[in-house]
């Protein structure tokens, strides 16, 4: 069982930016994907960002050129940097591993708010 543990959601004015952090209990060099995903009350996760294992990325059209995505092998950890927040930004963050098994991860999700 993969534990992953997100750090990095806090306060933020419009504009501003937030680096959120995931890391796995476990090495994540052979996962084949990566994502984050956001879900605001009464309303369905959905992915904002994903990372392939050959390094392709895919971003939600209300996020593209704002927030990227990446990992480190190394430290176990993947991250989401989020750039000229907006309002509408601001959700509980998510972070999903899959392996090749088809096994797949959830983190315990981090709080974003972008308000003035």
């Known amino acids: 069982q993969v534990q992953l543990v997100e750090s990095g959601g806090g306060l933020v004015q419009p504009g501003g930016s937030l680096k959120l952090s995931c890391a796995a209990s476990?090495?994540?060099?052979?996962?084949?994907?990566m994502d984050w995903y956001r879900q605001t009350p009464g309303k369905q996760r959905v992915m904002v960002a994903a990372?392939?294992?050959?390094?392709?990325?895919a971003y939600a059209d209300s996020v593209q050129g704002r927030f990227i995505i990446s990992r480190d092998n190394n430290k176990n950890t993947m991250y989401l940097q989020m750039n000229s927040l907006k309002p509408e930004d601001t959700a509980v963050y998510y972070c999903?591993?899959?392996?090749?098994?088809?096994?797949?991860?959830w983190g315990q999700g981090t709080q974003v708010t972008v308000s003035s």
């Open positions: 999903n591993l899959i392996y090749p098994t088809g096994r797949s991860y």
């Open positions: 476990e090495s994540i060099f052979s996962a084949s994907r």
């Open positions: 990372l392939t294992s050959s390094g392709s990325t």
